[in-house]
């Protein structure tokens, strides 16, 4: 048999084993590549160490000039950044304080936007507590520039940054930018970072509120939410009257809501029953399912067994789940249960079925 009859009988099996030869050279190449690139980073870490060890010996911080130049080549930063969260995170923070202005001007001057990113991210992962407060100011003035950038990634390395440097005043008014910007930012990374903020959390929450009425709406849901997962209630009475205003959005009205019914009362109780009974079969119910959730806070309370036996009633899912699942909560007569169950609304009877269930009082 020729060689050629014998590729065409077996091209199936040889093509097999050609593919799994290209899968293996590939895999080799990857393999080596990514050997080089961990030698590289080891490397650029030694370096560092070098420079740190050196620092120990001298008693100075303070980096030579082409040290400085580092901060604006991403290799470097990244093993930078890596050492901040290590045993050595001491000695960076001891750097980033003693050159502070030379760090700010190369970085501002010669780093590109990925390589000003994560120097910001650097600030936010590096003990910043033994900075002075010009170098905090210093620092919080070239992270409030970084949210104008177009890069996400910027803008959110500079805010956590911001959170890090504990700094409330600057916290503030980099919201305050982001705002009178425009620029969308999601606003549960900035409820989210506010509620890391590593200074005083109370002074943050007084700084936000001294310029709340200046931030649009996006950005004013992202406080409330701050403060519910703070448990702030300061100026719940002041979240209460907003909820008459006909300029703030749905959303701010939930996140408002969420605020407020965590701190049980008879006014509270009354804003949450109106909501219910106004919105609980409206197209923007969305309000009323909210409230639902925190009527389960007053118990042997008829008014609100009725207002919750309306809203389990509601076309919407979400309200009549929210409703049945307060319901529950509230453990009324049986009658009431009865009444649903059995009642002409199957779509309330499956949504208190549900719940009940969950309870573990009904087996499906």
């Not at 992270?143 to 600057?170: H, I, M, P, W």
Request: proline fraction near 1%; glycine fraction near 6%; hydrophobic fraction near 40%.
């Amino acid at each position: 048999m020729s060689v050629i009859e014998l590729i065409k009988s077996n091209y199936q099996i040889i093509g097999i084993c050609v593919l799994v030869l290209m899968l293996l050279i590939v895999r080799i190449i990857v393999y080596l590549r990514g050997e080089k690139h961990e030698r590289i980073e080891e490397s650029l870490r030694q370096g560092w160490k070098t420079v740190i060890d050196r620092c120990r010996n001298t008693g100075s911080y303070v980096l030579k000039e082409r040290e400085i130049a580092r901060f604006s080549v991403s290799g470097w930063l990244r093993a930078f950044g890596e050492l901040c969260e290590t045993t050595e995170a001491e000695a960076c923070s001891a750097i980033l304080r003693d050159n502070s202005e030379k760090l700010i001007a190369r970085v501002g001057g010669r780093a590109d936007n990925a390589e000003k990113g994560y120097f910001a991210y650097v600030l936010f992962v590096a003990d910043l507590s033994g900075l002075t407060e010009a170098q905090k100011a210093d620092y919080a003035v070239f992270l409030r520039q970084l949210l104008s950038n177009n890069s996400v990634f910027c803008r959110e390395n500079a805010l956590k940054a911001l959170y890090n440097l504990g700094d409330a005043t600057a916290v503030a008014d980099a919201v305050g930018m982001l705002s009178a910007d425009a620029r969308l930012h999601n606003e549960k990374l900035l409820s989210d970072g506010m509620n890391s903020f590593r200074g005083d959390r109370k002074k943050l929450a007084e700084a936000l509120m001294e310029r709340f009425e200046l931030y649009d709406d996006h950005s004013q849901s992202a406080v409330i939410t701050f403060f519910t997962v703070a448990d702030f209630h300061d100026w719940d009475e002041q979240f209460k009257k907003r909820l008459d205003n006909a300029d703030i959005s749905t959303d701010q009205r939930c996140d408002i809501l969420r605020l407020i019914l965590k701190q049980p009362s008879e006014e509270t109780k009354q804003i949450l029953l109106r909501v219910l009974l106004d919105k609980g079969k409206a197209e923007d119910w969305q309000t009323a399912a909210v409230a639902a959730t925190g009527l389960d806070r007053y118990p042997n309370d008829g008014e609100v067994v009725e207002a919750l036996k309306y809203g389990i009633t509601s076309p919407a899912w979400n309200v009549r789940m929210n409703c049945a699942s307060s319901l529950v909560k509230l453990d009324p007569p049986a009658e009431v249960f009865d009444g649903i169950l059995n009642g002409s609304d199957a779509f309330a009877a499956d949504a208190l079925r549900f719940a009940l269930s969950t309870k573990g009082q009904v087996n499906e």
